[in-house]
């Protein structure tokens, strides 16, 4: 299961990265909307690019955070951590509904970290919980 939980975190990487990705370009076109609303000359489309641009903006930064949010759990998969499992159980839940590879991110995690075994791997060692 320790290969499982390492892949899923190599996965969340993935995921987060390509959604900064589409984050960084929606906000590139945002700003290019919004060049046009910032233009003198064209006042007929000055609405549609403004809306268009804050259109963008905000689909950029919900994937900025998107992205960011499972760069973090990665991370805390990768250190076993149980705040990680339950943030990821969270995303996995969301991410069943982007589909087709959100889907499988989020069936694989929900597999793995709901599993017994899966639980195991993120409880602390008896030396741990002594201390």
Do not use: K
Not at 23 to 40: E, H, K, Y
């Amino acid at each position: 299961m320790e290969r499982h939980v390492r892949l899923l975190g190599i996965l969340a990487v993935v995921w987060g990265a390509l959604a900064a990705l589409v984050g960084v370009s929606m906000l590139l076109l945002g700003a290019g909307a919004w060049s046009l609303v910032a233009n003198p000359d064209a006042e007929a489309v000055s609405l549609a690019a403004g809306l268009t641009a804050a259109v963008f903006a905000s689909v950029g930064v919900f994937s900025l955070v998107w992205g960011a949010v499972h760069l973090w759990v990665a991370v805390q998969l990768r250190r076993r951590q149980p705040l990680g499992r339950i943030v990821m159980l969270g995303l996995a839940v969301i991410n069943l509904l982007v589909f087709p590879f959100g889907t499988a991110l989020g069936g694989y995690a929900l597999w793995i970290l709901l599993s017994n075994d899966g639980r195991h791997v993120f409880e602390p060692l008896p030396s741990e919980a002594i201390r």
